[in-house]
């Protein structure tokens, strides 16, 4: 099969996926298009700046805004690839997995493909998402063929493949992690190859969709029960009085164990929420899995458990004041260390909790943000000297750089250890 040469690609949704790859494919001197619904972003993308934080980004983004290979805007234009990179979230509480936003980026494209086009997800997705997108593409647009009706002689290419960075760490992660490519033919899947190969040096690894789909969803989901077993542990530990961090350290003596460090629960966009995307699809099947949901679900119960009592051993301390005197002071409120990411965060969840159930002062030290999010604009945003020298209890929910080296009160809730 001859190369194709992709002069323009397309990346639907500018966020802390989509805007990196659009960026590394735009530094290789290709055309790029970037599409997000939200004017700001687009706005701040155009501007060379951008509206997230991750190192290099930064950097990357103005020189390839200023030299015109990317461009963002609202609407999608023609091009010979598109990347979809949007969110996929619950629909509910009971966990199943909302594919609107999928289904809108394909109905938004489909007026502009052309025959020889490449579509690729890249959103993390429950199994059959790809052949579900095939086919609101397929319904949107008759007069094209595409693989699952034509096969290999399809005008339409399509394919799956979802990504696997560390935040923190995208930019260099993209490059030199494996991709997974899943064409839904094996012409779908060499043509996905030849694009990613612009940037990718690591190992394209190639399979069928639904593979790929479950493929990533078992990765965060192996990743969820280990962590599980850790904030496990650290109930357990509460319960005998012991310290956590000093039995795991002495039980990973052992030469066949590793036991992962406890935390405030799990967040951020594909640990906290991919596992339930098996439970939804297989739910007697995975019995394990949803056990380590529930378990990690539930620690900031525990950890806003073990900040009333805190509070109250300081009102038995000095039975002269009340809970509305004590000030509470909060350290960090993203998803994990060192980045501004706040998706489905249990640190953010244990302050927004806290703020309905104490009646003093909440402080909030994040480092990583400039103001608080929308709903919590009342608590008062503090640099971490000055938080320590002002409240009465610590609960130290992230272990932020910021956060090393310092000397934290006896009155410390500690959901992290730094």
């Known amino acids: 099969m001859k190369d194709q040469i992709f002069s323009r690609i397309s990346v639907i949704g500018l966020g802390y996926i989509g805007l990196p790859t659009a960026a590394l494919f735009a530094s290789r001197k290709i055309e790029v298009i970037g599409v997000d619904v939200n004017s700001k972003v687009v706005d701040t993308i155009n501007r060379g700046q951008i509206h997230l934080v991750e190192p290099d980004l930064d950097i990357l983004v103005h020189s390839v805004v200023h030299e015109g290979y990317l461009r963002a805007t609202l609407q999608p234009a023609p091009a010979e690839a598109f990347l979809i990179a949007v969110p996929t979230p619950f629909k509910s509480e009971a966990h199943d997995p909302d594919l609107s936003y999928i289904e809108a980026a394909a109905k938004a494209i489909a007026p502009v493909l052309r025959s020889g086009n490449l579509v690729i997800l890249e959103s993390t997705s429950p199994v059959g998402a790809t052949e579900q997108m095939s086919d609101w593409l397929a319904e949107a647009r008759p007069d094209l063929t595409f693989p699952q009706d034509a096969g290999e002689h399809s005008d339409i290419r399509i394919a799956h493949c979802p990504e696997r960075v560390l935040p923190g760490k995208v930019i260099k992660e993209l490059v030199a992690n494996d991709r997974i490519i899943a064409g839904m033919t094996p012409r779908c899947s060499a043509l996905a190859v030849q694009l990613y190969r612009t940037f990718v040096i690591g190992e394209c690894v190639i399979t069928n969709p639904r593979t790929a789909e479950l493929a990533k969803l078992a990765e965060n989901s192996f990743r969820d ?139 909030v030290v994040e480092p990583n943000i400039a103001e608080l999010p929308h709903g919590l604009q009342n608590l008062r945003l503090m640099d971490v000297d000055r938080a320590l020298a002002h409240a009465d209890v610590h609960v130290l929910l992230v272990a932020h750089k910021e956060f090393h080296g310092k000397t934290f009160p006896p009155r410390t809730v500690r959901a992290v250890r730094v």
């Open 225 to 363: 029960v280990n962590i599980a077993f850790a904030n496990e542990l650290s109930l357990v530990c509460e319960r005998f009085g012991v310290d956590v961090w000093e039995l795991i350290s002495l039980a990973n003596h052992h030469p066949r164990v590793n036991i992962l460090q406890p935390g405030p629960g799990v967040g951020g966009h594909c640990i906290a929420v991919d596992p339930w995307f098996i439970v939804s699809g297989a739910p007697a099947e995975s019995r394990l899995i949803r056990t380590a949901r529930e378990v990690n679900d539930g620690k900031p119960d525990w950890v806003l458990q073990q900040i009333r009592k805190t509070i109250g051993d300081a009102l038995t301390a000095e039975p002269f004041r009340r809970p509305s005197d004590l000030r509470v002071a909060c350290y960090g409120m993203a998803f994990k260390p060192n980045i501004d990411d706040l998706r489905e965060s249990p640190a953010l969840e244990i302050i927004q909790r806290l703020r309905e159930q104490h009646p003093g002062e909440l402080i």
